[in-house]
């Protein structure tokens, strides 16, 4: 019984946390590696505080890339 829970524990913490945390970090390690102007989006697709940290990075990166668009034109 003790192992199953601790199984099922070990598998939740692997889909609600470290999941997440992965894409977050490749995605981070994209844009460090990126050309100026490339997209880097995260999928924000959860309604928790991994949603809301992917849809604040999907922000910050679309405001740079219109920020260098506009330094383009100029």
């Given at each position: 019984m003790d192992c199953l829970?601790?199984?099922?524990?070990?598998?939740?913490?692997?889909v609600v946390v470290l999941q997440p945390l992965e894409k977050l970090r490749r995605?981070?390690?994209a844009a460090a590696k990126a050309k100026m102007g490339d997209p880097i989006k995260v999928p924000d697709l959860r309604n928790d505080e991994f949603g809301e940290v992917a849809a604040a990075f999907n922000r910050t990166s679309n405001r740079l890339m219109q920020d260098l668009q506009r330094l383009k034109v100029t």
């Amino acid at each position: 019984m003790d192992c199953l829970l601790i199984l099922a524990l070990s598998r939740s913490l692997h889909v609600v946390v470290l999941q997440p945390l992965e894409k977050l970090r490749r995605a981070l390690l994209a844009a460090a590696k990126a050309k100026m102007g490339d997209p880097i989006k995260v999928p924000d697709l959860r309604n928790d505080e991994f949603g809301e940290v992917a849809a604040a990075f999907n922000r910050t990166s679309n405001r740079l890339m219109q920020d260098l668009q506009r330094l383009k034109v100029t």
